[in-house]
Structure formats: structure tokens, C-alpha cells
């Protein structure tokens, strides 16, 4: 069964609307969750890390009052896409990481599409 | 700067035509190299992690190896629903708890 549960799968939404993205660790307590954003026929690009209850580390170049991410829990971290634009449109992807070398588990993604 | 390179970019496979992928790395402190399988509108999905050179992994119609330069993911017999995506990332010392991935290798198997 599913180890990460993201949601929603799939948003469309005007430009100027603030877009959140819910990631959610089911069988394990996650002391980092990751972002992702994955443009067609490219790989998995990080932009940022999280750990629970301290401010997340934003990638190069990715900015943090576009893109908040919140992680209030141990179990839940939540990607905030503030006044989107076209060119936000995306798929993001959240990843949980229970510790040490463990691998990370992915959630679903979510399919942003801002008109 | 670690760099890890996935090859082929994309794979055509008859039914049963066995093949390898290969991910080369170099890296600086590899703490472990992760393949994962992404079918398309979907997250990555885990297959195996492998954490030093000489070790191997199975799993159904799946082998991964590592030496100390390059991991391949064997895969035998293949089947139609083996069509995805296979992502290959490494886990360095000097990068915390992130991972560095390759572009990925597009694999389609024909029935």
C-alpha cells in the first residue's frame, strides 16, 4: 500500500489563486519531507527540504515566498504555491524519509495547471 | 560536483528480450544508490536500495548490482507492464539527506 499519500492529484485554478499541496507520511514518521517539481520527459528536480518544526531549506534558485512549505508534523507537510502563474504549472512530487540512509518514498504527485 | 548519468535515454524491448540499464556516478562518499520505477503521471515508486560495491538485489524480473562506478539494473524476460520510467539517485556524505538523480532511462517493452 501507498507509504506517502499526496493530495490532490490534479488542480486547475485561475492565475492569481494561492494553490496548497498536502503530503502526508502513512506508515512512518518522517523527520525530512522533500519537494519536487518534474517537467515532462525530465527528471526529478529538489527544491526544497523540510524537516518538522524548523524552517524548510530552499534550493538555488527556487524562491520561498513563492513556493511555502510548512511542516507542522511528523507525519505532514503541506507545499503552498502563492499567487500562481502559468508558469507554475507543473508536476509536483513530495517525498518522505524516515532517516539515516534509508530511501525516500514518493508520494503520487500532483498535476498544477494554472490558466 | 557529483554527477550521475543514466543510460540508454530510451529502451525498445520485444517480450522476453532480456536487458541491462546502466547509472554511472561519481560522487564523493556514496552512501547508498536508490533505483526507483515511474510509470507516467505518478511518483516515483522504490526498488532497491544498494549500499556498497559488489552488492546485488532481486526482485521478480529485477537485478540491481553496484561496483564502485556504475550500478545496473538487470532485467530479465521482460514484460509489457515492465514499460516505465527507471530512475536511478545516489546518497553522497556531502549532501545531507539529498539525492542526486539521473534523467532516467525510458524503458518500453513490446508485446
Known amino acids: 500500500g501507498a507509504v506517502v499519500s499526496q493530495h490532490p492529484s490534479w488542480v486547475i485554478c485561475k492565475s492569481g489563486t494561492s494553490v496548497k499541496i498536502e503530503c502526508r507520511s502513512l506508515?512512518?514518521?518522517?523527520?525530512?519531507m522533500f519537494w519536487y517539481r518534474q517537467f515532462p520527459k525530465q527528471s526529478l528536480m529538489l527544491m526544497a527540504t523540510?524537516?518538522?518544526?524548523?524552517?524548510?531549506?530552499?534550493e538555488q534558485g527556487v524562491e520561498k515566498d513563492k513556493f511555502l512549505i510548512n511542516h507542522a508534523s511528523l507525519t505532514l507537510s503541506t507545499l503552498t504555491v502563492t499567487s500562481a502563474h502559468p508558469e507554475d504549472s507543473s508536476f509536483y512530487i513530495c517525498?518522505?524519509?524516515?532517516?539515516?540512509?534509508?530511501?525516500?518514498?514518493f508520494g503520487d504527485g500532483t498535476r498544477l495547471s494554472i490558466l | 560536483e557529483d554527477q550521475v548519468t543514466q543510460s540508454p535515454e530510451a529502451l525498445r524491448l520485444q517480450e522476453g528480450e532480456s536487458s541491462s540499464l546502466n547509472c554511472s556516478y561519481t560522487?564523493?562518499?556514496?552512501?547508498?544508490l536508490f533505483w526507483y520505477r515511474q510509470d507516467p503521471g505518478k511518483g516515483p515508486e522504490f526498488l532497491f536500495t544498494?549500499?556498497?560495491a559488489g552488492e546485488e538485489k532481486e526482485k521478480e524480473r529485477l537485478k540491481a548490482t553496484l561496483t564502485k562506478k556504475e550500478s545496473f539494473l538487470h532485467i530479465t524476460a521482460p514484460k509489457p507492464e515492465d514499460s516505465a520510467t527507471y530512475l536511478c539517485?545516489?546518497?553522497?556524505?556531502?549532501?545531507?539527506?539529498?539525492?542526486?538523480f539521473g534523467e532516467g532511462t525510458q524503458l518500453t517493452v513490446n508485446p
Open positions: 517525498s518522505s524519509l524516515s532517516g539515516g540512509n534509508q530511501p525516500q518514498h
Open positions: 506508515d512512518f514518521q518522517a523527520t525530512t
Open positions: 523540510s524537516n518538522e518544526g524548523s524552517k524548510a531549506t530552499y
Open positions: 560522487v564523493s562518499g556514496l552512501r547508498g
Open positions: 544498494l549500499y556498497s
Open positions: 539517485a545516489v546518497l553522497v556524505s556531502t549532501s545531507g539527506s539529498r539525492l542526486t
